[in-house]
């Protein structure tokens, strides 16, 4: 697809200026970043895969831009970090229309520029079927102050960002809708699934030394939290009625909390921390659902009784339990 | 593939190490580099998608995992670059055999072993179909000392590392063997095919303040040449028979010379400069091979007369011309 790729390349040069990182951008056989003095860099990669990811009937063509960015966004969020610069290597099959494309890359940029990350190169190709992005994302960090996953100590209290579970409650009543569903009904659930990054809360938390661990939670709550357990060598007891959840489906309560427990794609941070935190980070709520213990393993305490918390790795499109 | 991605996160962990670069690598979310003071960060990715980048009857795993990093490092080298770490993400569908997958791997981390390039990271996921590997590869250099490919000046002369079309001439023939052919033919054709980045010869050539100008030659020299001619806004002349060829076949010269023209995947790097430059750097042959020119566009000159070069963009798998 020579012409369509030089279209697209054309479209994503200076698309999106912002920062001071990009030395040399789009157009030459690397792209040049420029690190603040003292900075560490920070590197994640995240695919975003038609029919695993997003389905083409399903997603608008701009959420699945704004959501492949928003994963490796995310990332940088969860380290404490600040976005310096974004890649984007896009496969494309021939049968997949060009404002499909234009609007993908709508969506990508509207988020690129929301936090004035630039797109400073990338690789396009044709695929043999379907679309396939990878976003990369470089960040920076001030040496040694990165928030990892191995940081959590027995005793530290558990806090999520925001609430849980609307982007798996969304996707699955779009799944169950009609194709001739009202669009504005359509486009109220999809509107969950346009998550912001935390890279301001993620910032703040580094800045006042507040989080041992973070994480952000793309495949779920009970998945993420295993992986800070696992890397911190503890376990973690967290409360059912605590969990902020996100009601998408009134009057259905047990619903929300599997979603909220087991629901990927919220992209909301997951941290630990011996301090108690205020409810607020800059206008964002925070919620102390637990705390980290010697204990290893999960555990949900509900009327008063704890129970093993069982970890559904979060698989797009497949009805968890 | 829950178990097999773990099983592939597994080897891929700690599989490489090298250099000092990674601060933390796999399993957080995201890995953390720290980079020579004084430098700036060079990116660059690159797909490798089956059916569109290679085949799985005629490429060998361990080969598609080699050139997958080498198309990385070569960019670096392009900009006379050191890589720092790698960071592969790589989407395989469910009916992908494993032992593929470990072949793969084990090519693509010989080639990082060779150049202690440590695997820090990326992504893994199914694919809905085939294999899809995205390489992101990190380098730094000093602050303002990357060789772009906009400084060629007119007057500058050309020269080329090692051979060209070597690897397009070989598929060609790996194309028309028959199933049955010798195990011994195939093994020799595809030797042509294992490039080395030329990351020495690109360090040295910025040490040295040799190149004005720089590219690896990954689409074929005349579609490279005219990047360099694009951005630096001006023209080339090349010699037909100062072009260096890698003979695979012999007695067919201008199939050769075809080759060497438009063929892709060499990974060799054609760069300018003001300077005679010796005909060996580090052990590898450089040739001068023509002139920039203040008329733009690119002449071949033969048996003394000087014709329009056609600029062909190498296509994998299609017959060019």
Redesign the interface.
Known sequence: M?LSERRLIAEIRGAVRGGDAV??GI?????????PKGH????????S?????FRRDWHPADLVGWRCLARGL???A??G?EPR?A?L?L?VAGDIPQPWIRRFMTGLLDLAGRFKVPL????T??????I?A?I?V??S?P?GK?I???GAKVGDLIYVTGSLGGSAAALDEVARLNPGSSRGMRTELLRQMRPLPRLLAGQWLRQHKIASA???ISDGLSTDLSHICE?SLVGADIEATAIPRTRILPGKEPEALDYALHGGDDYELLFTSSKQVASNISGLNVTSIGRITRTAGLRIISDGKARRLPVY?WEHFKKRK
């Open positions: 020579p030395v040399t157009g030459d056989d690397c792209a040049v970043l420029r690190i560490e860099v920070l590197v994640t990669t995240d695919f895969i038609e029919n695993v990811h995310s990332d940088i969860a380290m970090g610069a890649f290597s496969a400073a190169g990338g690789d190709a044709q695929s043999a079927s379907g396939q990878d990369v470089i960040g960090v040496r990165s990892l996953r191995s973070m994480i952000d890397e790795g």
